[in-house]
């Protein structure tokens, strides 16, 4: 019961639900793993080109606590307890701060839409070898 994937969809982030204040710490990560980009594209933020990886979001601290209805300081003990974690990575700049989720193909499906077809593929050609 407790394996395999759900699908989430970003606009549950519309939801009447999801604007209820504070944020759980399970809340806030499942918003962040939805915010992130299911592909790395570019920004033109005040001027300037910034590039945002696969897993990654531009955003800030302050931005994230009045989201979630955090103060900055716990956003930002949040987001430290993420990084030595090993769950996130930051990119700060002036114009914001990049957060990279570390291994987002693990909460992303779009990675694994290949999956049964690379697995089909070797159980088609598997009888094949065994002739």
């Known amino acids: 019961m407790e394996q395999g994937w759900v699908s989430l969809h970003r606009q549950i982030r519309d ?3 999801w604007e209820d ?3 759980s710490k399970g809340q806030a990560w499942v918003d962040m793993i939805l915010r992130a980009n299911h592909e790395e594209r570019k920004v033109c933020f005040e001027n300037s080109i910034i590039e945002i990886p696969t897993g990654g979001f531009l955003s800030s601290e302050t931005a ?3 989201a979630w209805g955090w103060s900055r300081k716990k956003t930002h003990s949040f987001i430290d307890v993420l990084t030595k974690d090993g769950m996130l ?3 700060r700049s002036g114009k914001g701060t990049v ?3 570390i291994n987002y193909s693990n909460f992303s499906i779009h990675e694994t839409e290949k999956e049964p077809e690379k697995n089909r593929t070797g159980t088609d050609e598997e009888p094949m070898r065994n002739t």
């Open 15 to 17: 939801h009447w639900l």
């Open 21 to 23: 204040k504070p944020f």
């Open 64 to 66: 994230l606590a009045e």
């Open 89 to 91: 990575g930051t990119k």
């Open 99 to 101: 957060f990279s989720l």
